[in-house]
């Protein structure tokens, strides 16, 4: 089989090991993959938002399945445009896409089917957003409608937070267009979960859960960012409790979309809240988790191609090993400054020898490669990645790697999988 990769982050490298062991595979290729890709894939410069040239190099290559990695692609309709060039991809079409893409239409999906979910209104005009806010009390999350680069949810600890929230969206537009309409919403408290599941359009599969760590720094300090970390499995998130968000949350979404004519093909990210009324949906996301990717393809058993094929073609679902009672951990290194401005360009070292350190795999997020040397690129720059059979040791593992690889500037959290236990 020759499978073609889109996108080129940590997710995408985490993908594209994991892919390329399947012995079905013969050929992998990324678009535009990343210098840690090219070693299982070939790389092609074609970007993610050059959907026609995408198209035209998938169709000359018969590629037999196309994975897209990241959100912006698929909500902009790539997965629809493979399709209508007779294509098998594994990811939703713009329509499905839309549970992440329009926080508007998941929440309104969400109330009409009756699933958990933080009370919320929907808004066009910042003087009634501003009232609801009132009318609420704080805290609220603030969050603009559409896709913010993982930038659009502000929680909001007071009135005047979730004011200045509303005009910053709406007023200042400073997402843009995507913040032109507002979801308010109430605070929800409790531990955070990124469950993922499959889904063929009309039979769903789970995976597994994973913790991710957002904030910058240690303790959950400083801004959010795209994730510092995470861990896999989550201990709270038990055989009963993953039963339940199937039955409560996971296949009344999945069905709701079916009948609405926009059946689910790919990965389901269901981020939850543990309440203490019960699992309810923070958000809902078309792709894999980056960095919670890392942390499942490490712990993931057997060939994962038969099941990306069966989602795509919504084909009924190969048999499938249980999940191992592994422990993994990934963290993130980033660059100085990130989530801020950060400089790019500095040389890495150390790569190699983390990966020597048994059940480690070190995944690429933003590197590139200059006068034959690798160099930062991106804000996260490397998803240092460990699979052991208890969480201690994985997170052991993980940190020893981390201390191998050396930039100027580097920063990461110390306290990722800390609170798995
Ligand atoms: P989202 O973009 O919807 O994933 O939100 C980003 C992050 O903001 C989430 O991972 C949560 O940590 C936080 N968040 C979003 N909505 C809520 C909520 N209703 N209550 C508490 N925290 C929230
Ligand atoms: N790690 C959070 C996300 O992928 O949205």
């Not at 600890?157 to 507002?182: H, N, S, Y």
């Not at 939850?272 to 792709?287: D, Q, S, W």
């Amino acid at each position: 089989m020759k499978i073609l990769i889109v996108g080129g982050g940590g997710r995408e490298h985490a993908l594209a090991w994991r892919i390329g062991q399947s012995p079905r595979v013969d050929t992998l290729m990324a678009a535009p993959g990343n210098p840690g890709i090219a070693r299982h894939a070939q790389c092609v410069p074609i970007g993610v938002e050059a959907h026609d040239e995408l198209v035209a190099f998938a169709r000359r290559e018969r590629v037999d399945l196309v994975v897209i990695g990241p959100e912006a692609p698929l909500a902009a309709g790539l997965a629809d445009r493979f399709a209508v060039a007779g294509l098998a991809v594994f990811g939703p079409s713009a329509r499905a896409a839309a549970i992440e893409g329009s926080k508007a239409f998941a929440k309104d999906l969400m109330r009409r089917h009756g699933i958990p979910t933080a009370r919320f209104a929907t808004f066009d005009d910042a003087e009634r957003a501003r009232r609801f806010c009132r009318e609420m009390g704080a805290p609220l999350v603030v969050k603009t409608d559409g896709l913010a680069a993982g930038k659009g949810a502000i929680v909001c600890p007071t009135l005047e937070d979730a004011e200045a929230a509303v005009a910053q969206c709406m007023e200042q537009r400073a997402f843009g267009t995507a913040g032109a309409r507002v979801v308010v919403e109430e605070f929800m408290t409790g531990q955070e979960v990124s469950f993922f599941v499959l889904s063929n359009g009309s039979d769903v599969m789970a995976l597994a859960a994973a913790e991710d760590h957002k904030a910058v720094f240690d303790g959950d300090r400083g801004p959010n960012t795209g994730g510092m970390g995470c861990y896999s499995p989550v201990l709270a998130f038990d055989e009963a409790l993953e039963k339940r968000v199937m039955e409560t949350i996971v296949r009344p979404t999945l069905a709701a979309l079916a009948r609405e004519g926009a059946p689910y093909r790919g990965v389901l990210y269901v981020g939850l809240m543990l309440t203490a009324h019960g699992p309810k949906v923070v958000e809902f996301n078309c792709r894999f988790g980056d960095p919670e990717c890392q942390a499942l393809m490490v712990r993931a058993p057997g060939d994962l191609v038969p099941l990306l094929l069966a989602a795509a073609r919504g084909e009924a679902w190969p048999a499938y090993h249980p999940w191992p009672s592994t422990a993994s951990v990934c963290v993130n290194i980033a660059s100085r400054g990130y989530p801020g401005a950060y400089p790019t360009g500095l040389a890495i070292r150390g790569v190699e020898a983390a990966e020597a350190r048994p059940g480690v795999q070190v995944f690429h997020a933003g590197t590139a490669t200059k006068h034959g040397m690798l160099v930062t690129a991106g804000g996260r720059v490397l998803g240092v990645t460990a699979v052991a059979d208890h969480m201690d040791a994985a997170i052991a593992a993980a940190y020893a790697a981390v201390g191998e690889i050396a930039f100027e500037g580097m920063h990461y959290r110390t306290d990722v999988g800390r609170r798995s236990a």
